[in-house]
T-cell receptor, first 116, second 112 residues
Framework: DAGVIQSPRHEVTEMGQEVTLRCKPI?????LFWYRQTMMRGLELLIY????????DSGMPEDRFSAKMPNASFSTLKIQPSEPRDSAVYFC????FGAGGPGELFFGEGSRLTVL | KQEVTQIPAALSVPEGENLVLNCSFT??????LQWFRQDPGKGLTSLLL?????REQTSGRLNASLDKSSGRSTLYIAASQPGDSATYLC???????????FGKGITLSVRP
């Protein structure tokens, strides 16, 4: 398996622009997570999905952030409008949550966002 | 609310030394605990996953232990090498639907 695939790897944009980050989870995994990592705050969970349904979006900073998972193999995280303080590395991760509980979590390589 | 702490934030050791990285968590009702490695500019790579019913897991030179009652986990690295230099994060999985809480990580430097 190719692992969790994220795109783009790097994004530089200007304040006010819309940013869309994409993620393809590992095939067969039923849970998908979006994290944000900064030096100041470390890793923060933004939102996670189980069977394509958003379960907990309490980590989403504000209404400018939205996430969707239209099917089991694709998710997007959108920021509109973007602000300089959104600059961070955004990670997508997936695992399989079954009868035995949550399985091992696998991360993508991340999308490094810079908002000027 | 689960809180995960990793102290110290940074560690520097000479090559060949055996070392222990510590992780503590406040809520002992965890499903599992996972250790990750992160190299600069890269994503997180899973090293070991310990289920709540287990006491330890081993992979090569790595051994992770779990003591739920005391809220502690350790990652033991045997015969450290410069290639082990990275940031090591632990994460506790609490509650339904796989919600992981991460520590801030320990940045390890192994000197040749």
């Amino acid at each position: 398996d190719a692992g969790v695939i994220q795109s783009p790897r790097h994004e530089v944009t200007e304040m006010g622009q819309e940013v869309t980050l994409r993620c393809k989870p590992i095939s067969g995994h039923n849970s998908l997570f979006w994290y944000r990592q900064t030096m100041m705050r470390g890793l923060e969970l933004l939102i996670y999905f189980n069977n394509n349904v958003p379960i907990d979006d309490s980590g989403m900073p504000e209404d400018r952030f939205s996430a969707k998972m239209p099917n089991a193999s694709f998710s997007t995280l959108k920021i509109q409008p973007s602000e300089p303080r959104d600059s961070a590395v955004y990670f997508c991760a997936s695992n399989d949550f079954g009868a035995g509980g949550p399985g091992e979590l696998f991360f993508g390589e991340g999308s490094r966002l810079t908002v000027l | 609310k689960q809180e995960v702490t990793q102290i110290p934030a940074a560690l520097s050791v000479p090559e060949g030394e055996n070392l222990v990285l510590n992780c503590s968590f406040t809520d002992s009702a965890i499903y599992n605990l996972q250790w990750f490695r992160q190299d600069p500019g890269k994503g997180l790579t899973s090293l070991l996953l310990i289920q709540s019913s287990q006491r330890e897991q081993t992979s090569g030179r790595l051994n992770a232990s779990l003591d739920k009652s005391s809220g502690r986990s350790t990652l033991y690295i045997a015969a450290s090498q410069p290639g082990d230099s990275a940031t090591y994060l632990c994460a506790a999985n609490t509650g339904a639907n796989s919600k992981l809480t991460f520590g801030k990580g320990i940045t390890l430097s192994v000197r040749p």
